[in-house]
């Protein structure tokens, strides 16, 4: 659906004589010039370079899949981590889950996360942006492989905080993300 953007941001961009008329359609348009974004047009379809993102129960709902470099035009966030599945310690960047969240406005409920092996799994919002979630993009400063978990992995700060790599919290790590679809609150 990338192939023809230019064309499609051209006649969808939102009007900016329009003033918003509450808070959340702001950041809703917000995150829409970040992203330069069009509606979706059909079913969310895994292609390992692009995230789904889809909001229900907001003011604005949205659905749409937002391509790997313009995740990486959103604000980046870098955490430092030590897992069962990387090798000493590691620093990854990408969105933070705060922030995704937040520019959807977002900031409860539940969210359901798939991966592109069809993995998929629901956790609560507020307890993935308190454990400091990244939605990582780069591992060491390089891009994710999908054959290295990529190209989207939700990460923690396990480095300062072991506990967010132990056992109990293990499930949270999901490697490649496929798409995110946060539930009505
Ligand atoms: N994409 C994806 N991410 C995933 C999983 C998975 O099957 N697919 N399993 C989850 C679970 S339940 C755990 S405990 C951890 C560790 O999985 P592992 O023990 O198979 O390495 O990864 C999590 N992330
Ligand atoms: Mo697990």
Same mark, same amino acid.
């Given at each position: 659906m990338f192939r023809n953007l230019p064309a499609r941001i051209a006649r969808s961009l %939102?009007?900016? =004589?329009a003033p918003p008329a509450v808070g959340d359609l702001r950041v809703a348009l917000a995150l829409a010039l970040v992203l330069g974004l069009a509606p979706a047009t059909g079913p969310a379809r895994a292609d390992g370079l692009s995230l789904g993102v889809t909001a229900e129960g907001v003011a604005h709902p949205m659905s749409q899949r937002i391509a790997l470099d313009q995740l990486a035009a959103m604000p980046q966030a870098e955490v430092r981590a030590v897992t %069962? +599945?990387?090798?000493g310690e590691v620093t990854f960047a990408g969105v933070a889950f705060q922030t995704l969240a937040h520019s959807l406005g977002v900031a409860g409920g539940k969210v359901v996360l798939r991966a592109l092996n069809a993995y998929e799994i629901t956790l609560n919002t507020a307890q993935v942006i308190e454990d400091g979630g990244v939605l990582a993009t780069r591992m060491n400063g390089k891009p994710i492989p999908i054959r290295d978990k990529g190209p989207v992995w939700l990460v923690f700060?396990?480095?300062?905080? %072991?506990d967010l790599a132990s056992a109990d919290k293990?499930?949270? +790590?999901? +490697?490649?993300? =496929?798409e995110i679809r946060f539930l009505a609150q």
């Open positions: %939102p009007r900016l =004589d %069962p +599945w990387t090798e700060p396990s480095a300062e905080r %072991p293990a499930h949270m +790590w999901i +490697w490649q993300v =496929d």
